[in-house]
Every structure is written in structure tokens, then in C-alpha cells.
């Protein structure tokens, strides 16, 4: 009897669990179609968009923000924006009388409350989350579902690639339909708002929005509809997750549907099985239940993960944000302060400055860590991995954390990788600090630039420590007289310091290798690719050479894809300033934290915050070196410029792609040996 009984119960509890899957599954294939919908109607507006005879042109994420504020951080959305945008729909009135009356609402569309598990994808930069969105438009993917009918039977089968089910489970009564992935991105009204007349006003956006969202009849901001106008916030957020979208595709996605593609984004959110958000939206708890995002289950990828160990620099304030703002962000900080956190006062051109820094990066990552079903931390150049490791997840066990270092895509013959000690005149190569000013050293620097660009085809990009060193060599060289002969070999570029023209100088470097005015879109990613019948029917220009600082732009988030970087040149290592009241103040923590865990590190072995000194140099150079080699045809030379790379300490902290084959020359013959027939194998290859 009792086993009856349970065998009953288990019978009912299948049967339940069948039936609930399988209206999930129907409401998932009726939402994909409203999407397709949504997908053909957004095609009908861009049309409609582009056929005005005043054309509407399309508004990039820089079109209105002052000429020194151009910078893909402005991507990152203020923490504060986030808490009083709840209900900013509603009419106060309204919200009031929602507040007297509140009830659940009964009534809410069945549409509104699918949800589905999710990945958190989140990375610096709007360029790397834009380069995701890229790839993510190539995949197709088939839909499978069972659609159970009013009796409970399956009525169809929707074939599937990535179906929960064996196929073999599937009807013959089957047809197929191909879908994308429903994503979203989330940026600040900086970047989406569309309000012209908001936007051009001097003052804090964030509150000018609200501003005019609690106003009445026509003063309201016309493209966030009121709630008895929900449906058209509900359309917006199909077509918003019809097909993947960055931020300059939301913007003219708004322009076209006349709606807020900022908190068109955000409704988009419970839908969407991709949300691709910034590190502090993502890291900042009041961010995520401004948002309505719950990470409990959910998967959390980190991307270029070196970054959030440097979580410090996020909470940097832009010269545009109010005065007050900043004392008032500033005395919330020392209210909040903990043990893990430091003022440092310091003299900055006759100014005294005032920080609070907080020295322990996984303060913020802890309680990610610990709701999402899964973190996964990415990137090309986490080397060295330890860092890493021992700065976000001091506190888990060896069992909760896997790690994986494969080798790189391009066969090993697509890539060499020098290390250089000594100069053509033989003298030693080490740019240490104390040694920036030798003229002899920086005499010997300019002559190996000038004879390896004798040699490389197509672009080199040279990364040195500094801006100040840059200007240093680079006017010793103008007095030489070998400035006018490396730019009688290829095109000669500087890294500006202007976020704002940094585009524009990589258009003219690109454009410069090439003969062609690549595709450089605003997000800049450079990254182009020839036809062979292009490149045939061009001749190929002498090349260019660009100067970029380690640490700076484009040492980070850019593509320099093919014949943009055939050489990747490193000058010296970038060893942060000791002076620096900032990392003094971070060594001494990391040494107090690892004594305070009764570590013992082994005779001879450097203590903790030399590791994180090194590590921090090391990352820099790894991020620099990983602008180069994007794509398995591609091909490149590594040159790095100091005797110290040749040491096992520094060599062992270079990604494992390049340390495995990297070759130390004794000479600066030899090295011109090598790289000539490296360079004379590619050319027979091709």
C-alpha cells in the first residue's frame, strides 16, 4: 500500500512538472514570435526613419558631451542616477495614489513576467562590450519546444540545436524556427537619453531628466510614455531585444520609436537571457535592486578580468560632475570607511588633494561570489594568474575555484617574440627610472626603431612607460635629426592625451597602412580586413608608425588587427611610482593581509606587496603586448626593449602563449637576423 502510494505521488509529480515545462516552453515560443514581430516592425520604422526628407542622423554616444570628456568611462553610469528611477513612468499624482492603494497587481501581462536564467556580462569599456555584441549577431540558433495543447497533449515540436530534450523524444509533427539571442545593453542617460532639449542644457542630466519626468502634460518628456500608454514601452522592449544591441543601436532604435531607449533597456531586462552591463552596475549592490537584477542562480562573466583588481579607478569623479557632488560622494565614502580603506593626502601642483581609496578589491566582488550560480572571469591577458587570485578570492577555498590557461589560437609560427638586451652600438638596454635621461640609451632606442622599420611591413606600434618619456625621446630625436628619418620611412603617430581625438589619429594611422579609409566606428575598435582583390588592386604604402603610452588608450580594449600591427614593440617596464602615497599606502596593506593569514613565504621569496609591484607592471606590459594577433591568419613580431625581460622572475609573468616561445638575443645583429627572416618566411607564405 505505501508503495502504491508514493508511486502515485511520484506519477503526479511528474506529471505536474511535465505540464509546468510545458506551458513554459509555449510561453517562450509565443514570445520569440512576438519578437520576430518586433524585428520586422523596427525594420519598418528604420525604413520610415531614413526615407524623411530631413534625415535624421544617428547620434553616437560622443555627439554631445564636451571635447575633453570623449572616453569610453563615460560609459559607466553614475552610482546615484540609479535610485529614484523606479516609478519615473508614473505621473506623481499616480504614485501617490499607488502608495495609499497599493495591492499586487493582478493584472500585469503575462509577458512582463517571463523570465528566464541569464548571463551577466560585464567588462570596462563600452568598445568591449560593442565587440561582443558583433560576434553575438553571427550566431544562429534553433528554437526547440513542445506545445502542449488544451488536453495536455504535445500539439508540436519545435526543432532545436540546444534542446533541453533528446531528439529522439521529438514528434514527427515538427517545424523549425530560427531565433537570436535576446540581449540587452544597459548604459547611463548619458549615452542613451534622446531629449535634445534636456541634453544641451549645462548641469547634471540625471536630474534634469527626473526633473522633467515629474512634470505634468506637455513639459513631461514625451518618449517615456505614461502608464496608461504601458503598451508602447512594451512594444519598445521587443524591439529593443529583437536582435542584439549596443548603445548607438538603442539610441537610434529610440529616435526611430519616438521612446526612451534608457528605460526601454532597463524593462528589457527580465526577458533578456544576455545582459551586458559595466563593471559598477553589476558590482554595486544598490545598482543591482535599482535595476531589479537578482544574481542568485545566474551566471556572472567577467571580462579583461585584470580590471576589477583595479576597482579603485572606477570610482574616479569627471571634471563635469557638480562640486558638491563630490564632497558630498566623498564624505559618504569616510561614513562607510572600514578597515580596508585609506585617505591619502597628497600636493598636486601646488593643490593639496584628498582621496579615499579602498585597498581591498574583493570587497565588491564577495557577495557576487557568493549569489550567482557561477563567475567566470576572462580575459587574453590575466597574466600573472596569481594576482588575480589573491586579490578577489583570498577568502574561498581551493575546491570553489578552478582555473584555465590555454595556448593561443595562431599556430607558433605566426608569432616571435624577441627579447633585446643591447643596442646597435652595443650598449645595455634597462630604462629605469634613474636612468631616463641618458642620451646615449635614448639615441640607441630611436636607431633600433629606425632599423627594424627597414624591415617590418605595414604598421608598428610602439608602447613606451610614459607620456613624459615619450616627450622626452621624441624631442632628443627632433634635435638629432632622426625623427625626419623615421618619418622618411613610414608616417610617424602620437598617442594624444585628448580622449577626443584619439579616434580620429586611428582613422589616420589606419588609413595611412593601408591606402583606405577603414571602417573605424566610434566605439574604436580597429580592426579591418582586405580582400584579395583589394589588395591587388592597391599598392601598399610604406606604413606607419604609431607611439602609444603603456596603461594609456590604446593599450587596452583596441583591435590593431593585421597589417595595423605587424611589430609590437615594449620599451622598458612600467614599475609604478614607489612615491605614490596611494600604492605605498595598498603594498603595506597586501603585506598586512597575508601576514595576518600566518603565511610563511619560502627564503629568499619576495614578500607580497613586491609580487603586487611586479604583477602591476607586468599586467600593463601583458595588456600592450595582447593589441596585436587578433585572429587565427594573423601574424606578428613581439619585440621587447630592456635587458629585465630576459630575468626567470619577469618571464614566467608573461602570458604563457608568449613566454613558451620567447628567444633572448645576445646581440642586436642577431636580433635584426631573426626578425629579417621572420618577416622573409611571411612574405613567401603569402
Known amino acids: 500500500m505505501t508503495e502504491r502510494l508514493y508511486s502515485e505521488i511520484d506519477w503526479v509529480t511528474a506529471q505536474t512538472a511535465e505540464r509546468k515545462r510545458r506551458e513554459l516552453e509555449a510561453d517562450e515560443l509565443e514570445y520569440v514570435e512576438r519578437l520576430d514581430k518586433a524585428r520586422r516592425k523596427e525594420e519598418l520604422l528604420r525604413k520610415a526613419a531614413n526615407g524623411r526628407v530631413n534625415k535624421r542622423q544617428k547620434v553616437s554616444h560622443t555627439s554631445t558631451a564636451p571635447e575633453d570628456e570623449l572616453d569610453d568611462s563615460q560609459f559607466l553610469p553614475e552610482s546615484d542616477q540609479l535610485q529614484d528611477d523606479e516609478e519615473d513612468n508614473l505621473s506623481p499624482a499616480v504614485r501617490a495614489l499607488m502608495k495609499k492603494l497599493y495591492r499586487p497587481d493582478e493584472t500585469k501581462n503575462k509577458e512582463q513576467e517571463l523570465a528566464c536564467t541569464k548571463i551577466y556580462y560585464a567588462s570596462r569599456t563600452h568598445s568591449q562590450l560593442s565587440q561582443v555584441l558583433h560576434e553575438l549577431r553571427k550566431l544562429k540558433i534553433n528554437l526547440s519546444v513542445s506545445i502542449a495543447s488544451m488536453d495536455g497533449k504535445v500539439a508540436a515540436t519545435v526543432e532545436t540545436k540546444a534542446a533541453k530534450r533528446p531528439l529522439s523524444e521529438l514528434d514527427d509533427n515538427s517545424h523549425s524556427t530560427e531565433v537570436g539571442t535576446r540581449a540587452v545593453s544597459l548604459g547611463s542617460r548619458k549615452q542613451l537619453c534622446i531629449n535634445e532639449s534636456i541634453k544641451t542644457k549645462a548641469g547634471d542630466l540625471d536630474e534634469a531628466c527626473r526633473q522633467r519626468l515629474s512634470e505634468k502634460g506637455d513639459r513631461r518628456c514625451q518618449y517615456l510614455p505614461p502608464m496608461e500608454d504601458e503598451i508602447r514601452m512594451l512594444d519598445f522592449r521587443d524591439q529593443v531585444l529583437s536582435r542584439p544591441k549596443d548603445i548607438e543601436d538603442l539610441v537610434e532604435a529610440g529616435h526611430n520609436a519616438q521612446t526612451c531607449p534608457y528605460f526601454g533597456a532597463r524593462r528589457a531586462i527580465p526577458q533578456a537571457?544576455?545582459?551586458?552591463?559595466?563593471y559598477n552596475l553589476l558590482l554595486q549592490k544598490a545598482a543591482r535592486e535599482s535595476l531589479g537584477i537578482d544574481l542568485k542562480d545566474q551566471v556572472v562573466i567577467v571580462d579583461e578580468a585584470h580590471n576589477p583588481v583595479k576597482l579603485s579607478k572606477l570610482a574616479r569623479l569627471s571634471s563635469v560632475t557638480p562640486p558638491l557632488h563630490t564632497v558630498e560622494n566623498f564624505i559618504l565614502a569616510l561614513t562607510a570607511a572600514s578597515e580596508d580603506g585609506r585617505v591619502t593626502f597628497s600636493m598636486n601642483e601646488g593643490h593639496v588633494e584628498i582621496k579615499y581609496q579602498h585597498l581591498n578589491p574583493s570587497t565588491h566582488f564577495q557577495e557576487v561570489v557568493n549569489t550567482a550560480r557561477s563567475v567566470v572571469l576572462?580575459?587574453?591577458?590575466?597574466?600573472?594568474i596569481s594576482d588575480v587570485i589573491h586579490q578577489l578570492f583570498s577568502t574561498l577555498t581551493g575546491d570553489r575555484l578552478t582555473t584555465f590557461s590555454c595556448g593561443h589560437i595562431i599556430p607558433s609560427s605566426n608569432l616571435q617574440t624577441l627579447i633585446l638586451k643591447k643596442g646597435p652600438r652595443g650598449g645595455e638596454l634597462q630604462f629605469k627610472y634613474d636612468r631616463r635621461n641618458d642620451q646615449t640609451q635614448i639615441a640607441?632606442?630611436?636607431?633600433?626603431?629606425?632599423?627594424f622599420s627597414n624591415i617590418v611591413p605595414g604598421g608598428m606600434v610602439v608602447f613606451v612607460p610614459s607620456y613624459s618619456f615619450l616627450n622626452l625621446v621624441t624631442t632628443a630625436w627632433e634635435g638629432s635629426g632622426l625623427m625626419d628619418k623615421l618619418r622618411a620611412k613610414k608616417k610617424v603617430f602620437m598617442e594624444p592625451q585628448e580622449s577626443s581625438a584619439v579616434e580620429n589619429t586611428l582613422r589616420e594611422y589606419a588609413a595611412e597602412i593601408q591606402d583606405l579609409l577603414c571602417n573605424v566606428p566610434s566605439l574604436l575598435v580597429v580592426q579591418t580586413r582586405k580582400t584579395d582583390s583589394e589588395t591587388t588592386s592597391k599598392a601598399r604604402k610604406p606604413g606607419a608608425i604609431m607611439f602609444a603610452v603603456i596603461g594609456a588608450k590604446?593599450?587596452?580594449?583596441?583591435?590593431?588587427?593585421?597589417d595595423l600591427a605587424r611589430a609590437v614593440l615594449v620599451v622598458g617596464l612600467p614599475f609604478a611610482n614607489l612615491a605614490s602615497p596611494e600604492l605605498r599606502?595598498?603594498?603595506?596593506?597586501?603585506?598586512?593581509?597575508?601576514?595576518?593569514?600566518?603565511?610563511?613565504?619560502?627564503?629568499?621569496?619576495?614578500?607580497?606587496?613586491?609580487?603586487?609591484?611586479e604583477n602591476m607592471c607586468m599586467n600593463a606590459v601583458n595588456q600592450s603586448i595582447g593589441r596585436a594577433i587578433r585572429h587565427r591568419g594573423d601574424w606578428a613580431s613581439l619585440i621587447l626593449i630592456d635587458g629585465r625581460y630576459s630575468t626567470p622572475r619577469i618571464r614566467q609573468k608573461l602570458p604563457k602563449w608568449i613566454g613558451e616561445h620567447t628567444t633572448v638575443t645576445e646581440t642586436f645583429g642577431d636580433a635584426m637576423k631573426q626578425l629579417g627572416m621572420f618577416y622573409r618566411e611571411k612574405r613567401i607564405a603569402a
Not at 640607441?444 to 632599423?451: A, H, K, M, P, R
Not at 595598498?586 to 609580487?611: C, I
Open 585 to 613: 599606502e595598498r603594498m603595506s596593506y597586501v603585506n598586512r593581509q597575508e601576514q595576518s593569514r600566518s603565511l610563511k613565504r619560502a627564503p629568499g621569496v619576495k614578500d607580497a606587496a613586491t609580487e603586487l609591484y
Open 273 to 278: 537571457q544576455l545582459v551586458m552591463l559595466p
Open 378 to 384: 576572462a580575459g587574453g591577458t590575466m597574466s600573472p
Open 444 to 451: 640607441e632606442l630611436g636607431q633600433i626603431i629606425f632599423n
Open 554 to 562: 590604446l593599450s587596452e580594449g583596441l583591435n590593431f588587427t593585421d
